[in-house]
């Protein structure tokens, strides 16, 4: 059975100020890993998807990369509008995404 | 393109009922997968449709279903309401058949009552 685990659950930053937010998982064989956002009341919005070790995207302040155990996805000089839960997942297809409970992100200006 | 679309947004019922939500999913995209999330278990996986056929189903029980039209929209239904169910559904589709990304709808909002 899949799991996914994300850590810290909540992080305040000011903004300007870097960090990192970790997702750990267990697979039985990676089919694909996913990074979204997700603003209160909304779906989660697609960020990035990952499939081997080693492997980086980018996407404006945001950077996502993955070991063979881990994934970070590092969030250089965040913005306010950059405050959101972002969701981790993995797995994909018809066995369905599992997702982790999610990093709470709120950047004080 | 357009997005997942999911209808209704808001929806009241009360214990016992039974309840169908909609979603259609981007044009093109075969597979269309539901999620229940909660503030105490997350999100998690209730079923995926491919080509009007179930391949696969969460931990839930028969209570839920759903089923999908040649058309790729999909529906899901709840009978017999608990409390419990009460919850933000959620609607993805993916392209086609192997670990693509999926793609989230707004969601519907349950509230039994």
């Not at chain 1, 998982?25 to 990952?50: A, H, M, N």
């Amino acid at each position: 059975e899949d799991q996914v685990t994300q850590s810290p659950e909540a992080l305040r930053l000011q903004e300007g100020e870097s960090s990192s937010l970790n997702c750990s998982y267990t697979v039985s064989g990676l089919r694909g890993l996913f990074w979204y956002r997700q603003d209160p009341g909304k779906g989660p919005e697609f960020l990035f998807t990952l499939y081997s070790a080693g492997e980086e995207k980018e996407k404006e302040r945001l950077k996502a990369t993955l070991t063979k155990k881990e994934s970070f996805l590092h969030i250089t000089a965040p913005k306010p509008e950059d405050s959101a839960t972002y969701l981790c997942a993995v797995g994909g297809g018809a066995d369905g995404l599992t997702f982790g409970k999610g990093t709470h992100l709120i950047i004080q200006p | 393109k357009a997005g997942v679309t999911q209808t209704p947004r808001y929806l009241i019922k009360t214990r016992g009922q039974q309840v169908t939500l909609s979603c259609s999913p981007i044009s093109g995209h075969r597979s269309v997968s539901w999620y229940q999330q909660t503030p105490g278990q997350g999100l998690q996986f209730l079923f995926e449709y491919f080509s009007e056929t179930q391949r696969n189903k969460g931990n839930f029980p028969g209570r839920f279903s759903g089923r999908q039209f040649s058309n790729s929209r999909s529906e899901m239904n709840v009978s017999t309401l608990e409390l419990g169910d009460s919850a933000l559904y959620l609607c993805a589709s993916s392209p086609g058949q192997h670990q693509e990304t999926q793609y989230f709808g707004p969601g519907t909002r349950l509230l039994v009552l």
